[in-house]
């Protein structure tokens, strides 16, 4: 200390710098990691509006949670060591000389890597609990929801719009997404020309979009109420103008919606192709010509451009 006379005992004196760390390391973990969790866990994004928004929330948190007596362990060895082991104005000694310490050593490999296997453990284990947690599953899904009442929703990507087509409700297809509270939804997710990413934001779900390829994701919403659909994969000139929103909506109005937009759009769901899980992209053209002749883009299922200043 400054100021006091050299002991003679020398480094005896010195505090028990590791028990003071250790202490302070625990008492800290011990204060933040429930704040981390119960406090910032349920504003974790993406949120919990539906079960794999959820899964993602939950999984954020235990992450997070994790993460914050390893976060803690450097900012107060740091914040420790810049007080207590700070050089002294015109020192110019050594410092005291490091050792190997195989204690130390083993035991920081034996408890990092326990870490990272119990992580890869839960990280399975919540994709599988949660049929691919939102993620696309490929055409041929391992993890599927245990009901045989799925809302099936295709989601049909293209330069530079998202279309929707219910093939449920004769497969009509229309630019507005809308989805029922509380029922097991697969988006079948394709591309009619480049990869796009279909990312519904607040439902936890990203799905690659390719073309000629049918990418399944499940989901069930669980709150009503708006969220943002994304594209997620740069397609292009206007990619950044590639978004709009979807709804959740109780059951009975998800229903008057489909029944109706069913009906509304009969004559236009007769000129598109037969509902299929991928579909040609060079028939694309052709039957934009045929949509014109009948005079069915305005129909609401239109090919929406924004490069194209004559549509509405
Ligand atoms: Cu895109």
Same mark, same amino acid.
């Given at each position: 200390m400054a100021g006091e006379p050299a002991s003679p005992a020398g480094p005896a004196a010195e505090p028990r710098h590791g028990l003071r760390l250790l202490i302070l390391w625990i008492a800290a973990s011990a204060i933040c990691c429930p704040l981390v969790y119960l406090v910032l866990g349920p504003h974790v994004p993406p949120g919990d509006m539906s079960s794999s928004a959820a899964n993602q929330q939950f999984d954020f948190t235990v992450l997070a949670t994790i993460a914050t007596p390893v976060i803690l362990g450097v900012l107060i060895y740091f914040g420790y060591a810049l007080t207590f082991w700070r050089a002294k104005p015109d020192d110019e000694t050594d410092g005291p000389p490091i050792h190997g310490h195989a204690g130390a050593q083993l035991g920081w490999i034996a408890l990092t890597s326990a870490i990272v296997l119990v992580l890869a453990v839960f990280g399975t284990v919540e994709l599988w609990t949660q049929q691919g947690a939102g993620a696309g599953e490929g055409p041929q899904p391992i993890w599927k929801p245990n009901t045989s009442s799925i809302l099936q929703v295709q989601v049909i990507a293209q330069q530079w719009a998202f279309t929707?087509?219910?093939?449920?409700?004769?497969?009509?297809?229309?630019?507005?997404?809308?989805l029922p509270v509380g029922q097991a939804v697969a988006f079948n997710v394709t591309s009619l020309d480049v990869i796009h990413s279909f990312w519904a934001y607040q439902l936890g779900v990203k799905a690659d979009a390719n073309p000629g390829v049918n990418n399944i994701a499940y989901t069930t919403p669980r709150?009503?109420?708006?969220? &943002?659909?994304?594209?997620?994969?740069l397609c292009?000139?206007?990619?950044?103008?590639?978004?709009?929103?979807?709804?959740?909506?109780? &059951?009975?109005?998800?229903?008057?919606?489909?029944?109706?937009?069913?009906i509304q759009l009969a004559s236009l769901t007769k000129a598109l192709p037969p509902y299929s899980l991928t579909?040609?992209?060079?028939?694309?053209? &052709?039957?934009?010509?045929?949509?014109?002749?009948?005079?069915?883009?305005?129909?609401g299922g239109g090919y929406y451009n924004p490069a194209d200043p004559e549509q509405p």
């Open positions: 929707y087509r219910y093939p449920q409700f004769g497969g009509f297809e229309t630019t507005q997404l809308e709150q009503q109420g708006t969220f &943002v659909v994304r594209c997620s994969e292009g000139l206007w990619h950044g103008a590639m978004y709009n929103y979807g709804k959740v909506v109780s &059951v009975s109005a998800f229903q008057a919606w489909a029944h109706q937009s069913e579909y040609d992209p060079t028939v694309v053209p &052709v039957l934009g010509k045929v949509l014109v002749q009948l005079g069915l883009t305005g129909a």
